[in-house]
C-alpha cells in the first residue's frame, strides 16, 4: 500500500476513532437555549392567560411577551460532541452542569423549587401591578417552608401567619430572621401564629382571624455556609388579600423571571388604552413586591427567542444589561429598567414614537 494512501486510512481512522470517543466520554455540561415566547395580553393554549374578574378590564393590543430558556434536564449526561457542537452554535449555550443544578439538585428539586418561584413571582406581579394602580392590598408574614428534621418542623406548618416572634411584631419576612438570630442556638424562641388552615376559612368568608396560638420552638445552629447563628427552620415570605379576582393561567413554566411581564400585563389590562400601542414588545426580569426589577439567567436565549417570534423591543433588567448587550440579535432594540415604573416610562414613549432617549443597555450595563 502506497505510503499516502496509508496514511490517509490512518488518519481516516484516527478521526473515526475520535468521534466514537467524543459520542461515549460524558462532560460535566449542560445546555441552554431560547424556549417558548408567551403574550401575557393573549390566549395560551385556549384561554387568557391573564384573567380578571370583580373588576373592570380593558381592551389591549400588541405584545407584552414573557420569555423562556429551555434547559438539559438534571440527569442529562451531554457527551464531547454535544459539547463542542452547543459551543459552536450561535442559538445555544453550553455552561457548567453545577451552573443549573448546584449541590447535586435532582430533576424533582428543581421543578419543585421552580414551581415555587413561579407562584411567587405570580403574587409579586400583582402586588407590583396594583400598588402602581394605588389600589390597596393586603399582605402578612407567613411560614413560605419548613425544613426537614428542624426544630420547626411538626411545630410550624407552610401557610402559618406569623404575628410576633417573642412578642414583638413582625412586619415583613426578614424580621423573623433578625429575631431569631438574637438568641443562641438551644434557647426558647416563641412563635404567635394564626394557623394556616384558620387564616384560610377566615379569608373565604372574608374575616380577620382573631384568634392566635403560641408555639415555642428551641433553637439550633445552622450548618450552612453562612456564620453560625440560631435558626428553628423556616423560611418567611409574604402573602396577600387582593380586592378582585387575577389569575395567571400559564402551565409547564418555572422559575421568577416572567415577573416584569405579568406585572405589566395586569396593568394593561385594568388601565385604558394600550400600552404598547400595538407593538411587539418582550421582556424578562424578576419583580418584588415593590416594583424592582431583578436579574434573570439565560438572557442571551431570551433576546434570540424573543427575536424569532418577532419582537421589536426587549425590556431587559439592568443587571443583565451587560451580557444581553454583547451579542444583541439584528433588529432587536435592548431598553434597560430597574423597577416597573422605568417600564411604564419606556412603553410611554414606544406607543409615542418617541424613542430616541430610550434608556439603552451597553457592553458596560
Known amino acids: 500500500m502506497p505510503r499516502r494512501t496509508a496514511t490517509?486510512?490512518?488518519?481516516?481512522?484516527?478521526?473515526?476513532a475520535l468521534l466514537c470517543a467524543g459520542v461515549f466520554i460524558p462532560v460535566p455540561y449542560?445546555?441552554?437555549?431560547p424556549g417558548p415566547t408567551v403574550n401575557t395580553l393573549g390566549d395560551h393554549d385556549g384561554?387568557?392567560?391573564?384573567?380578571?374578574?370583580?373588576?373592570?378590564?380593558?381592551?389591549?393590543?400588541?405584545?407584552?411577551?414573557?420569555?423562556t430558556v429551555r434547559v438539559t434536564s438534571a440527569d442529562y449526561r451531554m457527551n464531547l460532541v454535544e459539547a463542542v457542537y452547543g459551543w459552536?452554535?450561535?442559538?445555544?449555550?453550553?455552561?457548567?452542569?453545577?451552573?443549573?443544578?448546584?449541590?447535586?439538585?435532582?430533576?424533582e428539586q428543581s421543578t419543585q423549587e421552580n414551581a415555587e418561584e413561579f407562584s411567587q413571582s405570580q403574587e409579586s406581579a400583582k402586588v407590583a401591578a396594583l400598588k402602581e394602580l394605588h389600589v390597596p392590598v393586603k399582605s402578612w408574614v407567613i411560614v413560605s417552608t419548613v425544613g426537614k428534621a428542624t426544630p420547626a418542623e411538626g411545630k410550624l406548618h407552610a401557610g402559618d401567619v406569623i404575628k410576633a416572634v417573642n412578642g414583638t411584631a413582625v412586619k415583613?419576612?426578614?424580621?423573623?430572621?433578625?429575631l431569631v438570630t438574637k438568641h443562641k442556638p438551644g434557647e426558647d424562641v416563641v412563635?404567635?401564629?394564626?394557623?394556616?388552615?384558620?387564616?384560610?376559612?377566615?379569608?373565604?368568608?372574608?374575616?380577620?382571624?382573631?384568634?392566635?396560638?403560641?408555639?415555642?420552638?428551641?433553637?439550633?445552629?445552622?450548618?450552612?455556609?453562612?456564620?453560625?447563628?440560631?435558626?428553628?427552620g423556616i423560611s418567611a415570605g409574604t402573602d396577600h388579600t387582593f380586592p378582585f379576582t387575577i389569575d395567571i393561567k400559564l402551565a409547564d413554566v418555572g422559575g421568577p423571571s416572567a415577573g416584569l411581564m405579568f406585572a405589566l400585563g395586569i396593568y394593561d389590562k385594568l388601565t385604558p388604552g394600550s400600552l404598547t400601542g400595538g407593538t411587539f414588545v418582550a421582556g424578562t426580569g424578576t419583580?418584588?413586591?415593590?416594583?424592582?426589577?431583578?436579574?434573570?439567567?439565560?438572557?442571551?436565549?431570551?433576546t434570540v427567542g424573543a427575536r424569532d417570534k418577532g419582537a421589536q423591543y426587549f425590556?431587559?433588567?439592568?443587571?443583565?444589561?451587560?451580557?444581553?448587550?454583547?451579542?444583541?440579535?439584528?433588529?432587536?432594540?435592548?431598553?434597560?429598567?430597574?423597577t416597573i415604573e422605568d417600564a411604564l416610562g419606556a412603553l410611554k414613549d414606544i406607543r409615542a414614537g418617541d424613542t430616541a432617549d430610550l434608556p439603552k443597555c451597553t457592553t458596560k450595563g
Open 30 to 33: 449542560s445546555e441552554m437555549s
Open 47 to 67: 384561554e387568557p392567560v391573564l384573567q380578571i374578574s370583580g373588576r373592570k378590564i380593558y381592551a389591549t393590543s400588541g405584545h407584552l411577551n414573557m420569555t
Open 191 to 232: 412563635f404567635t401564629i394564626v394557623p394556616a388552615k384558620e387564616q384560610a376559612a377566615a379569608e373565604k368568608e372574608h374575616k380577620t382571624p382573631t384568634r392566635t396560638e403560641k408555639v415555642t420552638i428551641t433553637t439550633t445552629t445552622s450548618n450552612d455556609e453562612g456564620a453560625k447563628r440560631a435558626i428553628v
Open 8 to 16: 490517509m486510512l490512518a488518519s481516516t481512522l484516527m478521526l473515526i
Open 172 to 178: 415583613v419576612p426578614d424580621d423573623v430572621a433578625k
Open 287 to 302: 419583580i418584588d413586591d415593590d416594583g424592582k426589577v431583578g436579574p434573570i439567567g439565560g438572557i442571551e436565549m431570551k
Open 88 to 107: 459552536l452554535a450561535h442559538d445555544n449555550k453550553v455552561v457548567p452542569h453545577d451552573t443549573l443544578y448546584p449541590d447535586g439538585k435532582t430533576e
Open 315 to 338: 425590556l431587559t433588567p439592568a443587571d443583565n444589561c451587560a451580557s444581553a448587550a454583547r451579542d444583541t440579535p439584528e433588529g432587536l432594540r435592548l431598553v434597560k429598567v430597574n
